[in-house]
């Protein structure tokens, strides 16, 4: 069992930038769909940014021209660099990696934007 680790939350103020990374603890092997969710309190998780093994990616329109997804060489982490962040962007940041039949979720990192 490949565990996801998330790091690089925090509390920024508005129009601040942050870069969350995932990084797995183990290899994954085969191509890989890697992607960031996000969760607010009480609204649903919502996918924020996705990264395919043919190298597309897509964002949530909210996110569109703000945020970046990356993905390492050794396919084993996955990144979003986040700029000109607002308060609406507060949330719980989870990583995912689906790698054929194996889907892998991180726990987590609390991402606060003060205005």
């Known amino acids: 069992q490949v565990q996801l680790v998330e790091s690089g939350g925090g509390l920024v103020q508005a129009g601040g930038s942050l870069r969350l990374s995932c990084t797995g603890a183990g290899t994954i092997f085969g191509a890989k769909a890697m992607a960031w969710y996000r969760q607010a309190p009480g609204k649903p998780r919502e996918l924020v940014a996705g990264?395919?093994?043919?190298?597309?990616?897509k964002y949530a329109d909210s996110v569109k021209g703000r945020f970046t997804i990356s993905r390492d060489s050794a396919e084993n982490s996955v990144y979003l660099q986040m700029n000109n962040l607002k308060p609406e962007d507060t949330a719980v940041y989870s990583c995912?990696?689906?790698?054929?039949?194996?889907?892998?979720w991180g726990r987590g990192t609390q991402v606060t934007v003060s205005s």
């Open positions: 995912r990696v689906v790698a054929g039949p194996y889907d892998y």
């Open positions: 990264s395919n093994s043919d190298g597309t990616t």
